[in-house]
């Protein structure tokens, strides 16, 4: 393509944006316009909604104020009809008002005379809803069964009381809606519909009566369907494309649409187009024909430039001739300039690759290998190979510990006789300011020191640069010339891009040197980890044998695990007998069998150090000298690594735990720390089996003699009872005068004898009945029993005046029957032991006995026993119900008797279901309360 061409180009290209820029400024004003149609037709759409709102909302205050009428209130239908006519002649677009019930039925319609038969009303009036909503409501486009003709409504509640008693119903013919809508204003080529909730036309400004009634287009009822009000292109029932508009009513439900022809608004947007196409291509015919003739002009010139040009493509000097275009002659000269950098950059472009040749091979051997010396080899020869007058290079580490330069990688030097000198002056500096450092002459530098070394390998400059690596300097790398050589900025950087690779390649090295160490630790960790969940579970299964007391199988399992989780060849336990021999215990890994001599012996040696020390011992190897003298079963067996541990509780030694190995083993304190738990453990198992086993003695012993016991006392009972059951009926017979007739004072000790022998068979009784209970023998024979009944034969039985005159008996209960449902027998027992007792702890005074029923929903009845007697201290009220206790039981008391007698009654008092409590002050008298359930 020629250069007239790209003139051409040029001239197309400049006007071209401008005619693009009128087309779009045009299109750009037409969009403005029809925004401004856009706002106006949303803007009239809903003002034309709020016409139609507010000629709504007047005919619903109507109706309610109608519905307000006394008339209804009073239900005098006829008078109301005649109200809501007067109403009617008020309102010019209603066609009648309709009354309906709360069933929906119609109670009169002003079309037809008070009284006539109406239909029921048609479904899209919406009465139901009015009635479910309580609220107003506009119904849909319906037909009247009345009138016969389509008709819309307004609907309104009738409300009393809080429920809808009425519905007055306004219907209108749609044609109100359409002068309501041309009273408006709109401009005549728009067209303004109404639509209903079921998107059925009720009003249309042109040709209703063709499409009331009849479904909107399909594209209008999807848009209003998505909002309330919006904008878009469609095509009407009867016409060409149209813009519409429209305003859905919140009070109605309707749509209110405007349309305006689509051609009236883009008829001007096609006018102006058309001229602004037509003026840019007469544009472009005149820019054309100018640019053909100044392009001839500039094809000459730039000829000239071509063959300059392609001069310096084959590397020939340039001769290019001056133009009078001022713009080509730059051209010209900047050719022949280009031609002496080009050489320039040659060369510079060459070092680059080499540069780039030098970290690529650094890069790979940092990828490839982590030989950290391979890798800093290569960067020395690269070096060497950038810059052929490096005749030395060194690596050196800074150590952060000991503050020295240690030698990681030379060339050139003697590593032994460089690394003599570890001061490192230059070093230090470096790594303090983090930055590069060059010395023309190393002699003349005071910061050298070894002067001698420099000049036995004829270095002269020098150049140092940090190795950094995450913002931390590593160390220094060093290079050194035969020759004073100032180095130069490109220099610097290179040698500082190599350093920055040396340094990442040492983080690499260091890096998985460290990984390689936490992985061994990390490896280490698990494998203890491990071990120790071994020892936690054997500890758990140990614990588990402490609780089942099982000690053979805790030493079994033991024995087992410990060879599992230690890893080791044998396993034994050897347990104390008497203190200076043992028994084996247990044992893992081989058949004790095998070896009769290894099932018991003598404590010595190892085993006697070990009860001695109390602390474990470890010997690597057994055949070595020096070591405690093995036993039979190690060297029959040649075992030779050995870790014994005590059985210790309680600072005694109850056994050792053997860990042994066939080779020598080097056990370390961890293990030893295991194997010492596990045989604490075992320690605790083994004392808990031995305290069960005495325990389990102790109880069948205790058992035996309690048997005995019980055997003893139920024969004692019965050989004192017969005799003494004797004794006083023989004194009976004779104190009655049965046998002869005796004095008063024979007849005083009878009373005594009997009193007594009275008492001792009432000691008898309760050791008898003490001993069923504790053998549970004591059956609860429950039946029907009056209190009234029980008590008055209690009364007749007691007696004091013949034994006790300073003592009255005082009985205080109800008169009426008292029906209880318990064991009669036992009942009696409770209370006669309690007023004995009361009788024979109050020298003088009263003894009470008060019953009484109380409660309402679990009713009870109470009983108690009051005496102003002795009293019983606070510290021995909770004991006096114990077996044998008597609160003064010294050889010298006052008051006999062996302690059964309350015992009996806390256990027949709890066998009835009840409760007893006490209440005493010493020297005040004792009162106890029994509570048994009716």
């Not at 007047?58 to 006394?70: D, N, W």
């Not at 007469?282 to 003739?293: D, I, N």
């Not at 695990?561 to 203190?579: I, K, S």
């Not at 002869?740 to 000790?749: C, K, L, T, V, Y």
Request: hydrophobic share 40%; glycine share 8%.
């Amino acid at each position: 393509m020629k250069l007239r061409s790209h003139l051409i180009a040029l001239v197309i290209a400049a006007l071209l944006p401008v005619i693009l820029f009128a087309g779009v400024m045009i299109y750009v004003s037409y969009q403005g316009q029809r925004a401004n149609v856009e706002r106006s037709m949303l803007d009239t759409a809903r003002a034309l909604s709020l016409a139609v709102d507010r000629e709504l909302e007047a005919s619903i205050r109507t109706l309610q104020a109608l519905g307000a009428s006394e008339r209804l209130e009073s239900r005098d239908l006829k008078r109301f009809y005649e109200q809501a006519r007067r109403v009617l002649k008020t309102q010019q677009d209603w066609t009648t008002i309709v009354l309906f019930d709360s069933n929906e039925r119609q109670l009169l319609n002003l079309l037809r005379p008070f009284g006539s038969p109406l239909p029921t009303p048609p479904a899209g009036l919406g009465i139901g809803n009015t009635i479910k909503l309580k609220r107003p409501l506009v119904s849909d486009l319906f037909f009247g069964r009345v009138a016969r003709e389509l008709r819309i409504a307004v609907t309104v509640p009738v409300i009393r009381n809080g429920k809808v008693k009425y519905v007055l119903a306004a219907p209108a013919l749609p044609a109100f809606l359409v002068k309501l809508l041309k009273e408006q204003n709109v401009p005549e080529d728009w067209l303004t519909t109404i639509i209903d909730r079921n998107k059925i036309i009720v009003a249309r400004t042109r040709n209703l009566e063709q499409f009331l009634s009849k479904p909107a287009t399909p594209l209008f009822p999807a848009k209003s369907s998505e909002a309330e009000d919006a904008w878009f292109r469609g095509v009407p029932h009867d016409g060409p494309p149209v813009y519409a508009g429209f305003h859905r009513s919140s009070l109605s439900g309707w749509t209110v649409e405007l349309a305006i022809p689509a051609s009236a608004i883009e008829g001007s947007l096609r006018r102006s187009l058309l001229l602004t196409g037509i003026g840019g291509l007469l544009l472009l015919g005149v820019g054309t024909g100018l640019a053909t003739v100044v392009g001839r002009r500039i094809s000459r010139s730039a000829a000239h430039l071509s063959a300059g040009a392609q001069a310096l493509g084959k590397g020939d000097p340039p001769r290019v001739q001056p133009s009078p275009i001022f713009e080509l002659d730059q051209v010209a000269r900047e050719i022949e300039m280009a031609a002496v950098s080009r050489k320039q950059m040659e060369e510079k472009l060459r070092r680059s690759l080499e540069r780039i040749e030098a970290l690529r091979a650094i890069e790979q051997a940092i990828t490839s290998s982590l030989d950290l010396y391979s890798v800093l080899h290569v960067l020395l020869e690269k070096i060497e190979l950038f810059l052929p007058i490096v005749t030395a290079g060194t690596v050196r580490l800074l150590n952060r510990e000991t503050g020295r330069f240690e030698f990681l990688a030379c060339r050139g030097v003697d590593e032994q006789e460089w690394n003599a000198d570890r001061l490192g002056s230059r070093s230090r500096k470096i790594v303090a300011t983090k930055s590069p450092l060059a010395v023309l002459n190393l002699d003349a530098d005071p910061l050298t020191h070894n002067r001698e070394v420099f000049r036995k390998y004829g270095l002269v400059s020098y150049l140092g640069v940090p190795l950094i690596a995450k913002d931390e300097v590593l160390g220094v790398l060093s290079i050194y010339t035969n020759q004073e050589h100032e180095f130069n900025e490109e220099e610097v950087e290179f040698i500082t891009t190599l350093a920055t690779q040396g340094a990442i390649a040492i983080h690499n090295a260091q890096l998985y040197e460290e990984i390689k160490r936490q992985a061994a630790a990390l490896e280490k960790a698990n494998a203890d980890l491990r071990r120790r969940e071994q020892v936690e579970r054997l500890l758990k299964e140990l614990s588990q044998n402490i609780v089942s007391l099982d000690a053979a199988s805790l030493l079994d399992k033991l024995t087992a695990r410990v060879r599992e989780v230690f890893e080791v060849d044998v396993c034994d336990v050897r347990l104390l007998v008497d203190g200076d021999r043992w028994r084996l215990g247990g044992i893992s890994g081989v058949d004790s069998n095998l070896f009769a001599s290894s099932r018991s012996g003598a404590a010595y040696g190892r085993m006697r150090w070990i009860i001695e020390n109390q602390k474990p011992l470890i010997i690597a190897d057994s055949t070595k000298e020096g070591a405690l003298p093995p036993g039979d079963t190690i060297r029959t067996l040649g075992l030779r690594g050995y870790l014994g541990v005590p059985l210790l509780f309680r600072g005694e030694v109850l056994g050792v735990l053997r860990a042994l190995t066939y080779q020598p083993r080097n056990f370390i304190q961890e293990e030893v720390d295991l194997l010492q738990q596990l045989a604490n453990g075992a320690a605790v198992a083994l004392d808990n089996a031995r305290l069960y086993d005495r325990t389990k003695n102790q109880a069948l012993e205790l058992a035996r003699v309690n048997k005995i016991k019980d055997e003893f006392l139920s024969m004692m009972s019965h050989e004192l009872r017969t005799p003494l059951s004797v004794v006083t009926g023989y004194a009976g017979l004779i104190k009655d005068r049965m046998l002869g007739e005796i004095n008063p004072q024979q007849e005083e000790a009878l009373q005594k004898v009997l009193g007594r022998a009275g008492e001792r068979l009432n000691m008898i009784n309760d050791l008898m009945q003490t001993t069923q209970l504790e053998a549970r023998a004591v059956a609860v024979e429950r039946q029907r029993v009056d209190v009234l009944d029980l008590l008055d034969g209690l009364r007749s039985d007691y007696d004091l005046r013949l034994y006790k005159k300073d003592v009255s008996l005082i009985w205080d209960y109800p008169s009426g029957p008292m029906p209880i449902t318990t064991d009669g027998a036992k009942l009696k027992q409770i209370l006669q032991n309690l007023i004995n007792n009361a009788i024979k702890f109050t020298d003088k005074g009263n003894v009470k006995i008060a019953v009484e029923v109380r409660g309402q929903d679990s009713r009870f009845i109470e009983f108690k026993v009051q005496d102003t007697g002795v009293g019983i201290p606070k510290d021995q009220q909770a004991a006096i119900f114990g077996k044998f206790y008597q609160v003064d039981s010294s050889e010298t008391r006052l008051y006999g008797g062996v302690g059964l007698g309350l015992y009996i009654v806390k256990n027949f008092t709890d066998l009835l279901g009840g409760t007893i409590e006490v209440e005493s002050e010493p020297g005040e008298g004792t009162t106890f309360t029994v509570r048994l359930p009716a």
